[in-house]
Nanobody
């Protein structure tokens, strides 16, 4: 009922910038938070940044000051600056819904970000 489609991934040099986009469609009512997660090979999926419906943002310590999450209606962006090789991962858009006493998490298909010279 909720579709999240990421785009904007690719290859970028260290120190470069990249912007990821996540378009949400379907039954988006009740989604009160969206975020970006990433998973590198052999590592656990981790929260990179999140934003609530009230506009509150949160960032992982590893990206704070370099990444910025923002939203525009049903689209969420992740502006990534000063990229490092350790940022290489598959990035997933997440939508969190709380309705009728139930919680749901929706995930995009993921987009690969590779930071390499």
């Amino acid at each position: 009922q909720v579709q999240l489609v990421e785009s904007g991934g690719g290859l970028v040099q260290p120190g470069g910038s990249l912007t990821l986009s996540c378009a949400a469609s379907g039954n988006i009512f009740g989604i009160n938070a969206m975020g970006w997660y990433r998973q590198a090979p052999g590592k656990e999926r981790e929260l990179v940044a999140s934003i609530t419906s009230g506009g509150t943002t949160n960032y992982a310590d590893s990206v704070k000051g370099r990444f910025t999450i923002s939203e525009d209606n049903a689209k969420v962006y992740l502006q990534m600056n000063s990229l490092k090789p350790e940022d290489t991962a598959v990035y997933y858009c997440n939508g969190h819904k709380n309705r009728y006493g139930l919680t749901y998490d929706y995930w995009g298909q993921g987009t690969q970000v590779t930071v390499s010279s």
